[in-house]
C-alpha cells in the first residue's frame, strides 16, 4: 500500500509539474488578452515534434534547447503579426482566432509528420532506474522532469517577483496605460510575455514528448485538462494554476493506482449491489477508468462552491 | 519646451477638446484651470498620448501627436494621473523602480535622494503601496514619475481630497522639482495653491482655452474668476 502511494505521489508531482508549466503560461498570458488562447497546447505540441525531429539528426539534449526557443519565436510571431491585429476587433475575434490557430496547428502537424504515432525517446543517458523502492523502479527520466520543471518555475518566479523586468511585466498585465505613460514599451512586453509562455508550453511538449507519446491529438488530450486547471485555480492566478494543476497532477494519479471499482466502493460504504440492477455499467466502472473525468468533476465542484476559483478574485 | 496647437480630442461621438492652444516653457511652472468637466484631464491625456489626439502638439520642438505613450515618455515627458494608480501590491521601493527608463542616464533624482525628501516613504519602502494613506500615495505616485527624469511634468489634480497640511508638502514639492529646471503643467482645483506657485496660467472652459495670464492678472479679474472658476 505504501508504496502504491509513494509511486502515485511522485508520478503525480510529474504530472502536476507538466500541467503547471502550461498553466502557467496560459494563466499569464490569459491576464494580457483577457481571453483564454485555445490554441496554447498547440504549442506543447509543436515543442514535442520540433524536438523529435531535431533529435533524430542531433539528439535529444539539442532538441530540448533549439525546440522552445523555436515556439517562443513562433509564439511571439504570433502575437505581433496575428493576435494583436485581431485584438482590435474584440475577444470574441480573438477567441475564434484562437480555435482557428490549434486547428490549423494539428492540420500542419499531419501534413509535415504525419498522423501516427512518433517514437520520440528519452535519452540514453537517462535511461536507468533512479532508485528502486520497494522492488519498484522509478526512471531517472522522471527525476529529470522534476528536476527541470522546478529549476524553471523557481528561475521564473524570482524573474517576476524579484528583477525590475518581472515588476515591469506584473504592472504591465493590470495596468497596461500606467505603465506606457512611464516609458516602458507595452506591447513588446506584451509579445515576450506571450514568446515566454508559449516557449514553456514547448519545453512541456519536449520533456512529456517521450513519456506521454508524441501523436497529433496530444494537444487536445492535454489542452482541455489545462483549461479546467487555469478555471479551478482562478483566472490569471499564478498560484492558483500551481496549486490545482497538482492537485489535479495528484488526483488522476492515486485514481489510476487505486484500482478500486465502483463496488469496492459501495461495498465499503456498506451498501449492497447486486449484478443485475440496470445500472449495472455505472456500478462497474473502475476509479481508473473515470480517472480522466476527475478533473472536470472537480470543476464542477469548484465551480459550484467558488465560482471565481481557488485564488480568483471578483470581477468589480 | 510644449507647443499644444489647434488639439482635438473625442471620446467615442461626444467631442471634448475643441482647439486648444497653449505653450509651457522650460522652467515654468504653468496651472490648467477650470471647472469639473471641461477637459482639463483629456487635455494631459492627449499629450501623453492616452486618448489619441488631433492637431499638433510639439515637445522640444518634435510633433509628438500620435506617438505611442511610451516614446512620450522616452522623450522626457512625465505624467502622474488624476487617480494616483500606485499599484497595491508592489512595494513603495518597487512602484519607485517602475518609474524607471531603459538605458537612463545620470537622473536629477535618485531613489535614495527621494527617500531622504520624503523620510515617510523611506519608513516604508517595503510596505505595499496600497496601505499608505491618499497624501502618501499622491506623494508615491509624484516621485514615481520623477524616478524617471522628465523634463517636464504633468500633474493632474495634486491635491485633491487632502488635507491642508499635505497640500502644503506637495506645494514645496512641486516648487523643488521646478528648481531643478524640470517645466510643470498643473491641473489644478485649488485657486489659491494655483495663484501662489504658477509663473502662468491658463483658464478652460468647453474644451478651449479661455483665458491666459499670470496669478497677478488672474487676481484681478474678476468677472473671469466668476465666469469661468468659482462655483
Ligand atoms: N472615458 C471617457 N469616456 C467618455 N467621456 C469621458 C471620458 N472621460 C471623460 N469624459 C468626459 O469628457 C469631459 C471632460 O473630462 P475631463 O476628465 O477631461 O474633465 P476635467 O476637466 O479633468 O474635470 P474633472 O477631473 O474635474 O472631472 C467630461 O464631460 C467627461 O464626462
Ligand atoms: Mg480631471
Same mark, same amino acid.
Given at each position: ?316 | ?51 489619441? =489626439? ?5 515637445? $522640444?520642438?518634435? *510633433?509628438?501627436?500620435? !506617438?505611442?505613450?511610451? #516614446? @512620450? %515618455?522616452? /522623450? +522626457? ?80 489634480? =495634486? ?5 491642508? $497640511?499635505?497640500? *502644503?508638502?506637495?506645494? !514645496?514639492?512641486?516648487? #523643488? @522639482? %521646478?528648481? /531643478? +529646471? ?50
Amino acid at each position: 500500500m505504501l508504496e502504491v502511494f509513494v509511486f502515485s505521489t511522485l508520478n503525480g508531482l510529474v504530472t502536476g509539474l507538466l500541467l503547471f508549466m502550461l498553466a502557467s503560461g496560459l494563466t499569464l498570458i490569459f491576464s494580457m488578452m483577457g481571453v483564454l488562447n485555445f490554441a496554447h497546447a498547440s504549442f506543447y505540441m509543436l515543442g514535442a515534434y520540433f524536438a523529435y525531429s531535431i533529435s533524430l539528426k542531433l539528439g535529444f539534449w539539442a532538441g530540448l534547447l533549439i525546440a522552445p526557443l523555436l515556439v517562443g519565436a513562433f509564439g511571439a510571431l504570433v502575437e505581433r503579426y496575428a493576435l494583436r491585429r485581431v485584438h482590435a476587433h474584440g475577444h470574441v475575434a480573438e477567441l475564434v482566432f484562437t480555435f482557428g490557430l490549434a486547428f490549423l496547428v494539428e492540420e500542419a502537424v499531419q501534413f509535415f509528420w504525419g498522423a501516427d504515432t512518433k517514437n520520440y525517446q528519452s535519452p540514453d543517458l537517462l535511461n536507468f532506474p533512479l532508485f528502486t523502492l520497494f522492488g519498484q523502479e522509478f526512471s531517472a527520466y522522471r527525476g529529470f522532469m522534476i528536476t527541470i520543471s522546478v529549476g524553471i518555475f523557481l528561475a521564473l518566479y524570482y524573474m517576476l517577483t524579484r528583477s525590475r523586468i518581472g515588476i515591469i511585466i506584473q504592472a504591465a498585465i493590470t495596468h497596461p496605460h500606467t505603465v506606457a505613460n512611464l516609458g516602458h514599451n507595452v506591447p513588446l512586453i506584451f509579445m515576450a510575455v506571450f514568446g515566454v509562455g508559449t516557449a514553456l508550453a514547448g519545453v512541456a511538449g519536449v520533456i512529456a514528448g517521450p513519456v506521454l507519446t508524441t501523436f497529433p491529438g496530444m494537444a487536445v488530450v492535454l489542452g482541455s485538462i489545462v483549461f479546467v486547471i487555469v478555471v479551478i485555480g482562478g483566472l490569471g492566478s499564478l498560484g492558483g494554476a500551481f496549486v490545482a494543476s497538482l492537485m489535479i497532477g495528484l488526483l488522476q494519479s492515486y485514481a489510476i493506482a487505486s484500482n478500486l471499482g465502483m463496488p469496492d466502493l459501495l461495498n465499503w460504504l456498506g451498501l449492497e449491489f447486486s449484478r443485475d440492477h440496470p445500472l449495472n455499467d455505472l456500478w462497474t466502472l473502475t476509479l481508473p477508468q473515470i480517472a480522466p473525468v476527475l478533473p472536470f468533476l472537480l470543476l464542477v465542484l469548484v465551480l459550484i462552491f467558488r465560482p471565481t476559483g481557488l485564488a480568483g478574485k471578483r470581477e468589480e | 519646451m510644449l507647443e499644444v496647437s489647434a488639439l482635438n480630442a473625442y471620446y467615442g461621438k461626444s467631442h471634448i477638446l475643441r482647439g486648444v492652444e497653449f505653450n509651457v516653457k522650460a522652467g515654468e511652472i504653468v496651472s490648467l484651470l477650470g471647472r469639473n468637466g471641461v477637459g482639463r484631464s483629456t487635455t494631459v491625456k492627449s499629450i501623453i498620448g492616452e486618448v489619441s =489626439p488631433q492637431g499638433s502638439i510639439k515637445f $522640444k520642438g518634435e *510633433e509628438i501627436a500620435g !506617438r505611442p505613450s511610451f #516614446e @512620450i %515618455a522616452h /522623450r +522626457g515627458v512625465g505624467y502622474v494621473p488624476e487617480n494616483r494608480e500606485v499599484f497595491p501590491t508592489l512595494t513603495v521601493r518597487q512602484n519607485l523602480m517602475l518609474g524607471i527608463k531603459n538605458d537612463q542616464k545620470k537622473p536629477r533624482w535618485t531613489m535614495s535622494e527621494i527617500f531622504e525628501m520624503f523620510p515617510n516613504l523611506a519608513e516604508r519602502a517595503d510596505v505595499s503601496g496600497g496601505v499608505l494613506s491618499g497624501g502618501e500615495q499622491q506623494m508615491l505616485s509624484m516621485c514615481r514619475t520623477l524616478m524617471g527624469d522628465p523634463d517636464m511634468i504633468m500633474i493632474d489634480e =495634486p491635491t485633491e481630497g487632502l488635507a491642508p $497640511k499635505v497640500v *502644503e508638502q506637495i506645494s !514645496r514639492l512641486l516648487e #523643488e @522639482i %521646478a528648481s /531643478r +529646471g524640470v517645466a510643470i503643467l498643473l491641473v489644478e482645483q485649488k485657486l489659491n495653491v494655483a495663484l501662489r506657485i504658477s509663473h502662468r496660467l491658463y483658464v478652460m472652459g468647453h474644451g478651449q482655452i479661455v483665458y491666459e495670464g499670470t496669478p497677478a492678472t488672474l487676481k484681478l479679474a474678476d468677472e473671469i474668476r466668476s465666469e469661468w472658476l468659482e462655483v
